[in-house]
C-alpha cells in the first residue's frame, strides 16, 4: 500500500482562484509550471497551483492524502510513468518522481486537504 494524493473538490472556494476539473479521487501529481505562472501561482494558466489528474489529464487546487490499499510503489511508478509520457512529458527518472510524491505525504494523515503554490505545498489551514 501507499499513501498519495487523489484530486478532491473538498475546501474549494477557500481561494477565489480555486478550481476543480478532475475526477473526484483520481490520483494526482504536480506537473512542471510554464512560463505564465513561474512567478505567479495566481497566473493565466492555473499550473503554479494545481495538481495534475493522472487519468483525466484535467487538474484541481485541491488534493487530499489517502492509503492506497492493494497499490504498491512499483504500481504507483508504472501509473505516473504512463501518464507523465501520455501527457508530452519527458520526465528523466519518474521513480525519482513518484519518490518524492510520496515522501511529501508519507507522515500526514488520510483525509488532510493540500494546496500547491508554485514551490510549496500546504495543508489547508482554516478551512472547515
Not at 489517502?66 to 520526465?91: A, C, F, K, N
Request: charged letters at 25%; aromatic letters at 6%.
Amino acid at each position: 500500500m501507499v499513501k498519495a494524493l487523489v484530486a478532491t473538490a473538498a475546501t474549494q472556494g477557500f481561494r477565489d482562484s480555486d478550481y476543480h476539473w478532475c475526477v473526484e479521487g483520481e490520483l494526482v501529481w504536480i506537473a512542471p509550471t510554464c512560463s505564465k505562472d513561474r512567478d505567479d501561482p495566481d497566473g493565466g494558466c492555473g499550473c503554479g497551483r494545481g495538481f495534475a489528474g493522472l487519468s483525466s489529464h484535467r487538474a484541481t487546487t485541491t488534493a487530499m492524502v489517502r492509503t492506497l490499499h492493494g497499490i504498491s510503489r512499483e504500481d504507483y511508478i508504472m501509473v505516473l510513468r504512463s501518464s507523465v509520457e501520455e501527457q508530452g512529458y519527458d520526465i528523466a527518472d519518474v521513480a525519482a518522481l513518484a519518490d518524492s510524491l510520496l515522501d511529501l505525504v508519507a507522515d500526514l494523515p488520510d483525509g488532510a486537504v493540500l494546496e500547491h503554490r508554485l514551490n510549496y505545498v500546504q495543508v489547508r489551514q482554516g478551512v472547515p
